[in-house]
T-cell receptor, first 113, second 112 residues
């Protein structure tokens, strides 16, 4: 069974640009969550999607957005990139059953210059 | 979700048991204790979770105190590949909620 796939693995963008990251969950999983990891702030929850609906959102500005498609694949978008957006962006998928674990992808390393 | 407190770092000799403590004194009755670990620059990996009974799987054992205010993750025979940051998270696993609040974790270093 394939794991969680995130693309691209590495990305370099310029300040002011926008970026779209992709996450393909484990087959059959309906929930996808996104996290940002930086050395200073650690792992922080961005948002969660379940059956194409955002169910929960962390404390991030509106420049961070996401969506989920009918096949459960998810994308997150960051507009007007700032230097502080440089981070490892992680996606996690879960089955939809109560009391189960989340499986994380390898992440996308975004560098904003 | 209840807050957790973990030591920032620990060392363990290869082949010995690694005991990683977690304090969650404000845990409520329906919150579970989850453990994840993150090996350098990889995504976090699920290890184990439990409510009040001790749990064991192929990776580790989880010991939760009777009052549920603290727990210990035990890696019975640590190897160099167990060197990672270990996160203890307390949460209510309702439906499929993947909103996990990670703390700073414990950086475990397994030494030869």
């Amino acid at each position: 069974k394939a794991g969680v796939t995130q693309t691209p693995r590495y990305l370099i963008k310029t300040r002011g640009q926008q970026v779209t990251l992709s996450c393909s969950p484990i087959s059959g999983h309906r929930s996808v969550s996104w996290y940002q990891q930086t050395p200073g702030q650690g792992l922080q929850f961005l948002f969660e999607y379940f059956s194409e609906t955002q169910r929960n959102k962390g404390n991030f500005p509106g420049r961070f957005s996401g969506r989920q498609f009918s096949n459960s694949r998810s994308e997150m978008n960051v507009s007007t990139l700032e230097l502080g957006d440089s981070a490892l962006y992680l996606c996690a998928s879960s089955s939809g059953q109560v009391n189960t674990e989340a499986f994380f992808g390898q992440g996308t390393r975004l560098t904003v210059v | 979700d209840a807050k957790t407190t973990q030591p920032p770092s620990m060392d363990c000799a290869e082949g010995r048991a690694a005991n990683l403590p977690c304090n969650h004194s404000t845990i409520s009755g329906n919150e579970y204790v989850y453990w994840y670990r993150q090996i350098h620059s990889q995504g976090p990996q699920y290890i184990i979770h439990g409510l009040k009974n001790n749990e064991t799987n192929e990776m580790a054992s989880l010991i939760i105190t009777e009052d549920r205010k603290s727990s210990t993750l035990i890696l019975p025979h640590a190897t160099l590949r167990d060197t990672a940051v270990y996160y203890c998270i307390v949460r209510v696993p309702e439906y499929n909620n993947n909103d996990m609040r990670f703390g700073a974790g414990t950086r475990l270093t397994v030494k030869p």
